[in-house]
């Protein structure tokens, strides 16, 4: 069973920066897929950024609303994933989860708790 607990929100001016962390615990870090994950009010859970079990970037994954904005990173041996927010935008609020996907799978095996970001106009 794999633990994720995200930090790092909070709240932020637009055009502010926030980074957010999510530390695993309870497997074996470098045989998961990483993601970030948003979900505002009203909205579906959306995924943000994705990157494998490398951290190659050519194995990474922005969505559209957020290239050249944020970047995603990873640190095997310290069990983290960072997703760095920069110029952030009002559009930008929402709860942040990060999750987990085996390596080969199709699939999220784990969830963290969400983090909530707020980015004030």
Do not use: H
């Amino acid at each position: 069973q794999v633990q994720l607990v995200e930090s790092g929100g909070g709240l932020v001016q637009a055009g502010g920066s926030l980074r957010l962390s999510c530390a695993a615990s309870g497997g074996t870090f470098s045989s998961y897929a990483m993601g970030w994950f948003r979900q505002a009010p009203g909205k579906e859970r959306e995924l943000v950024t994705a990157i494998s079990w490398s951290g190659g970037g050519e194995n990474t994954f922005y969505a559209d609303s957020v290239k050249g904005r944020f970047t995603t990173s990873r640190d095997n041996a310290k069990n983290t994933v960072y997703l760095q927010m920069n110029s952030l935008k009002p559009e930008d609020t929402a709860v942040y989860y990060c999750a987990a996907s085996l390596v080969g799978g199709t699939s999220i095996d784990y969830w963290g708790q969400g983090t909530q970001v707020t980015v004030s106009s």
